[in-house]
């Protein structure tokens, strides 16, 4: 869950999501440098959710756990169940 705690590594995952993208397909979508684009990469690949393959000089990025989009609509589901129970409590 820490790996996916930044808005830019939700964006890179969310761009996997649509299928492989080379890393140089990526760049322009992040108004940062390469190198800090790439620790994003990096802290994503080192927990198992990206992978990255390489053909000559350019490194194609896959997401290598699908299931973690799952996440997204599981922690929107503990937010609304939250939410109705706060407001339940509010109201009381």
Do not use: W
């Amino acid at each position: 869950m820490k790996a996916l705690s930044s808005p830019v590594r939700l964006k890179i995952v969310d761009e996997l999501s649509r299928g492989d993208r080379c890393m140089c397909e990526l760049q322009p979508m992040f108004p940062m440098n390469k190198s800090t684009l790439s620790r994003h990469v990096a802290a994503l690949k080192n927990v198992g959710i990206v992978s990255e393959r390489r053909e000559g000089v350019r490194g194609y990025l896959k997401l290598q756990t699908p299931c973690i989009l799952n996440v997204f609509d599981c922690t929107m589901g503990v937010i609304r169940a939250e939410a109705k129970r706060q407001a339940k409590l509010a109201r009381g």
